[in-house]
């Protein structure tokens, strides 16, 4: 069976820190480019960061770039996401998922994960972010 679990979620006021996991069961979370992805009410899910399979690289969209850090134990075959100063905008139920793909290498100057919902498979089911006073 194949299964993602996010946790870490919870309140936290504006300024402060959360770390959000990303725990895979039944496969290896090293085959896979992993996105960790937020949704509001009434907006789309986007994309908030991602790591490569083809080489650990990172990506973050704009509004996170900074404060947010991914990184990937694939001795717990976890990601995290290390958030700092945070932001009420923050506030979302945040998601993880795996993208199949790989990416050549030899593709310099080109991102080797990426937003892009549809090219994600397998997804958790979420956990909730509020940052308010």
């Known amino acids: 069976q194949v299964q993602l679990v996010e946790s870490g979620g919870g309140l936290a006021q504006p300024g402060g820190s959360l770390t959000l996991s990303c725990a895979a069961s039944?496969?290896?979370?090293?085959?896979?480019?992993i996105g960790w992805f937020r949704q509001t009410p009434g907006k789309e899910r986007e994309g908030v960061s991602c790591?490569?399979?083809?080489?650990?690289?990172?990506y973050y969209a704009d509004s996170v770039k900074g404060r947010f850090t991914i990184s990937r134990d694939n001795a717990e075959n976890t990601v995290y996401l290390q958030m700092n100063s945070l932001k009420p905008e923050d506030t979302a139920v945040y998601y993880c998922?795996?993208?199949?793909?790989?990416?050549?290498?030899?593709?310099?100057?080109?991102?080797?994960?990426?937003?892009?919902?549809?090219?994600?498979?397998?997804w958790g089911q979420g956990t909730q972010v509020t940052v308010s006073s």
């Open positions: 790591i490569s399979n083809t080489d650990g690289s990172a």
């Open positions: 998922a795996t993208d199949p793909t790989y990416r050549s290498p030899f593709r310099l100057g080109e991102n080797f994960c990426t937003f892009s919902r549809e090219d994600y498979d397998e």
């Open positions: 039944g496969f290896n979370l090293n085959y896979y480019n």
